[in-house]
Structures are given as structure tokens and as C-alpha cells.
């Protein structure tokens, strides 16, 4: 069965801290996997993706297939990093989205 | 461009009354979703349309939900009777590219 598990419900880090968002999956395949962001009062959305091997706002994420992780990095924590964060992951042909149940970051001054 | 708008922002019934949300969906998306949100949970999948047919209903609980697309633009999501454990953030989604979904801001349902 497709599962998303994010086992921090809260991380608090202190501003240029690392910080490190887990993320697990369970997926009968390859999946695709995402990260979304929601910030405070403002909508869900994406923010970075596998495939794309990008960096957005300094965040990263590497895939590893043997631990079925997707871990959401970032060198120096800043305050505006301050939001909800949520996995996802879909299959090859992106018919469904799968999110974990997601994980505050906030970053203290 | 303009954003997925959702109506009403907020709704509150009572158990066993009916309810309907309202999505616009971003102009030229194809694909649509609506998303359940229950506090503490990340977002369920409830269906997905391309145009106006369904792609994926597996999640929906079609006694008491459903939901069309008509002419493949404008969604309505309905719940009749609404029960206690309804009470959630109801996401409509929209997406060009199937790699990413644009949110709407969610009607938030309170159930008494």
C-alpha cells in the first residue's frame, strides 16, 4: 500500500541552523516524489520536486530507494522558513497524489 | 495569473444537512482534484477529473459525497447527509502540468 509517513509533527531550529525534514515512503514501484509547502495564511503549494534535481529557496532533497526516504534539507534555517511542510509522492504517470500528514517547521531568532 | 477559487470560505451545518463547495479551477487546467483535509492529517485524494470525466473516485465516499465537473471547467463538491466526521479543509486542486498541483484556499466545514 502507497504510504507517506513524515514522523515530526514539530521541528524547532534556531535561524542558521541546519535543519532536516524527514520524510518515508512505502510505494509498489517508483514512485515520483514531491515536497509542498504551506506558508502561514497563504495556500498549499509546491515547492520542490524530485525529477527535477532542483533548489528552491535553499531546500534540497535527495531520493534514496534503498532507505525509501526523501528527506527535505537546508544548510542555514531562516525565519521565513517558517511554515507547514508535506511529502508526496505519486506514480510514474501521476495519477494520484499521496501527502504525508505533514510537519511545522519553525524557526526561532 | 488568477488563482483555483473556492466558495464558501467557511461553512457550519448540522449533522445529517446537506452541503456544496464550489471550485473555478485555474483557466486551461484539465486535471482537477478535490482534497479532504482533517485537522492533523495531510490532504485525501476524494476524486480527479480530467476535463469534466473521473480519472480516480477510489476515496470517495459516494453514499453520502459527490461531485461532477461540468463542461470541464467549474466543480461542485456535495455532501448529503454531512455527518460529524466530515468536519475538514476541503481542497479543490487544479493542474496543466500533471507534476504540479495548484491549490485553491479550501472551504473549512464544521459539522455540529
Known amino acids: 500500500a502507497q504510504r507517506v509517513t513524515q514522523p515530526e509533527k514539530l521541528l524547532s531550529v534556531f535561524k542558521g541552523a541546519p535543519v532536516e525534514l524527514k520524510c518515508n515512503y512505502s510505494?509498489?514501484?517508483?514512485?515520483?516524489l514531491f515536497w509542498y509547502v504551506q506558508y502561514s495564511r497563504q495556500r498549499l503549494q509546491l515547492l520542490l520536486r524530485?525529477?527535477s534535481r532542483e533548489s528552491i529557496k535553499g531546500f534540497t532533497a535527495d531520493l534514496n530507494k534503498g532507505e525509501t526516504s526523501f528527506h527535505l534539507k537546508k544548510p542555514f534555517a531562516q525565519e521565513e522558513d517558517s511554515a507547514m511542510y508535506y511529502c508526496?509522492?505519486?506514480?510514474?504517470?501521476?495519477?494520484?497524489?499521496?501527502f504525508g500528514s505533514g510537519t511545522k517547521l519553525n524557526v526561532k531568532p | 495569473e488568477a488563482g483555483v477559487a473556492q466558495s464558501p470560505r467557511y461553512k457550519i451545518i448540522e449533522k445529517r444537512q446537506s452541503v456544496a463547495f464550489w471550485c473555478n479551477p485555474i483557466?486551461?487546467?484539465?486535471?482537477l482534484y478535490w482534497y479532504q483535509q482533517i485537522l492533523g492529517q495531510g490532504p485525501k485524494l476524494l476524486i480527479q477529473?480530467?476535463?469534466?470525466?473521473?480519472?480516480?473516485d477510489s476515496q470517495l465516499p459516494k453514499d453520502r459525497f459527490s461531485a461532477e465537473r461540468l463542461k470541464g471547467v467549474d466543480s461542485t463538491l456535495k455532501i448529503q447527509p454531512a455527518k460529524l466526521e466530515d468536519s475538514a479543509v476541503y481542497l479543490c486542486?487544479?493542474?496543466?502540468?500533471?507534476?504540479?498541483?495548484?491549490f485553491g484556499s479550501g472551504t473549512q466545514l464544521s459539522v455540529l
Open positions: 486542486a487544479s493542474s496543466l502540468n500533471p507534476e504540479k498541483l495548484f
Open positions: 510505494y509498489s514501484g517508483s514512485p515520483e
Open positions: 524530485h525529477i
Open positions: 508526496a509522492l505519486s506514480g510514474k504517470n501521476f495519477n494520484k497524489f499521496y
Open positions: 483557466s486551461g487546467h484539465a486535471t
Open positions: 477529473f480530467q476535463n469534466n470525466g473521473v480519472v480516480d
